[in-house]
Nanobody, 117 residues
Framework: QVKLVESGGGLVQPGGSLRLSCAAS????????MGWYRQAPGKQRELVAS???????NYADSVKGRFTISRDNAKNTVSLQMNSLKPEDTAVYYC???????????WGQGTQVTVSS
């Protein structure tokens, strides 16, 4: 019954902002590291940002200074604030939950982000 549901994607102009949200259910959310990945057509899925259960964050070099990942354990949500968006940020963005020491991880269905004028 594990479910991750992303929301907040859409069409935005270059330089604009979007905030993605991922709501998790069926897991002990506070025990999981959470991540945002993205996949553009013809490219491999790549890690954009991650946050551990303790709140430590990591970002891909391409988004450092522009994106911020955060989590709210009381609401079982993880968010990705995306500022100064560029056309190369266009992709389907996926939420991921990964518990240290466990083989299985979980994925959301994805949300489309399109940056275009």
């Amino acid at each position: 019954q594990v479910k991750l549901v992303e929301s907040g994607g859409g069409l935005v102009q270059p330089g604009g902002s979007l905030r993605l949200s991922c709501a998790a259910s069926g897991i002990r959310f506070s025990l999981y590291a959470m991540g945002w990945y993205r996949q553009a057509p013809g490219k491999q899925r790549e890690l954009v940002a991650s946050i551990t259960s303790a709140g430590s964050t990591n970002y891909a070099d391409s988004v450092k200074g522009r994106f911020t990942i955060s989590r709210d354990n009381a609401k079982n949500t993880v968010s990705l604030q995306m500022n100064s968006l560029k056309p190369e940020d266009t992709a389907v963005y996926y939420c991921n939950a990964d518990r240290p020491g466990w083989a299985n991880d979980y994925w959301g269905q994805g949300t489309q982000v399109t940056v275009s004028s």
